[in-house]
């Protein structure tokens, strides 16, 4: 019999975390024949996820540019894809989330008639500008799948408000539960020099990440000052703050928290590092989407340093809370959880909304179905 070709296409490291899982659980049905193409959107954070993985890519399109723009990622991989579609001629491709190597890849794979299942589908915010261009990139993602693997319920709501088919939605859980299911151990070391450096011994350490096009300039100046107000406060709290490698981002962090001993200033970690760093904070402090669902899973409460999320099923749960860009208010916030154990209680206890380790699985037997390979449907997450 002829096996099922399906192609799942990502490009940055967030995308591979969460693909990851989905690629080995193809790899276990005989039937399909996954072949893996990586566009390269973030060359260096995408390799780290893949060595991690031990995913060898069958395609790598390497598009990344120094400094590249929205245009040229987009034009780049549209030009590179096209050719790459019209050789394989998958039956059907998968892509990941909001970035826009998942939507220009739709947009290939439409160009070419070849079905397309979206995974991590339904996350809005209903800003068209926030966060930019994610929320588009996933908006118009969802106009040409064919196939719509939604996490939660509430993102299952947002695909029916917008007429797309019930049928063709599935709801599945998140497939960064199931990845953290092998990254995080007890025993584990971190494979950072710059990690292993810093004295955790006695400390309640705060992970912080924030990078967002949205924060640059006075939102996250206004993020770094609270954090310098919060370590002024706490004398056994410790801040790592993981800087991304954009400049305007790296500029801010240094010039305002360079100087502060509580405040550990080091590179963008790999996945594994990330994750077990996560499940030795005492809180985190993000404007990422994906910590946002990790942190959960781990029993770590979240602010969330946006004034927005599309990932409201945890602000409802009660694992996360929307701390705004404010100095007072992300101040204020964090201090709730690091005088009041109850309140932190509350927050680490909360039912984490996005999976059970299964999803992957799930969006597997859907499209075996779809495709006529399994008589029943998935049970839904």
């Given amino acids: 019999m002829k096996k099922l070709k399906i192609m799942p296409i990502f490009g940055t490291r967030p995308d591979a975390v969460k693909m990851a899982p989905l690629v080995r659980e193809l790899e276990r049905h005989p039937e399909i024949k996954p072949v ?24 790598d399109l390497d598009i990344m540019l120094q400094k590249q723009t929205l245009e040229q990622v987009a034009a780049r991989t549209l030009d590179r894809l096209s050719d790459v579609l019209e050789k394989e001629k998958p039956d059907m491709v998968l892509v ?27 996350l809005r915010t209903f800003d068209k500008y926030s966060p930019f261009p994610e929320e588009m990139n996933r908006k118009l993602t969802g106009a040409l799948a064919d196939l719509h693997f939604a996490p939660t319920s509430s993102n299952r709501a947002n695909l029916l408000n917008e007429g797309i088919c019930p049928d063709k939605i599935y709801t599945t859980g998140n497939t960064v539960i199931d990845a953290m299911q092998t990254t995080v151990m007890d025993d584990y070391v971190f494979s950072s020099s710059e990690l292993r450096g810093i004295p955790l011994e006695g400390k309640r350490v705060i992970t912080v990440t924030a990078h967002r096009r949205e924060n640059l300039g006075h939102p996250l100046e206004q993020i770094c000052h609270a ?20 400049p305007a981002v790296r500029e801010t962090a240094f010039r305002l928290l360079g100087s502060n001993p509580e405040v550990h200033l080091i590179d963008p970690l790999d996945v594994q590092d990330m994750h077990n760093l996560m499940a030795r904070s005492y809180i985190i402090m993000t404007d990422s989407g994906g910590l946002q669902e990790e942190a959960p899973a ?28 404010e100095r007072e208010n992300i101040t204020a916030l964090a201090s709730q959880l690091l005088d009041d154990q109850t309140e932190y209680d509350k927050m680490a206890r909360a039912v984490n909304p996005y999976g059970d380790g299964r999803a992957s699985e799930r969006i597997v037997h859907a499209i075996l179905y779809e495709f006529g390979m399994r008589n029943d449907k998935p049970a839904e997450f």
């Fill in 36 to 59: 893996v193409c990586v566009t390269a959107q973030h060359r260096q954070m995408l390799d780290q996820v893949l060595d991690i993985f031990r995913i060898k890519p069958d395609i």
């Fill in 96 to 122: 990941h989330g909001d970035t826009s190597t998942c939507f220009i890849s739709s947009l290939a794979a439409f160009y070419k008639k070849i079905p397309i299942g979206h995974v991590e589908a339904g």
């Fill in 227 to 246: 954090i310098n107000d919060i370590t002024d406060r706490y004398d056994d709290v410790c801040v790592i703050y993981a800087v991304h490698l954009n």
């Fill in 298 to 325: 781990l029993g770590k409460p979240v602010l969330v340093l946006r004034k927005e999320t599309e990932r409201p099923e945890a602000v409802e749960a009660g694992t996360v809370r929307l701390a705004g860009i």
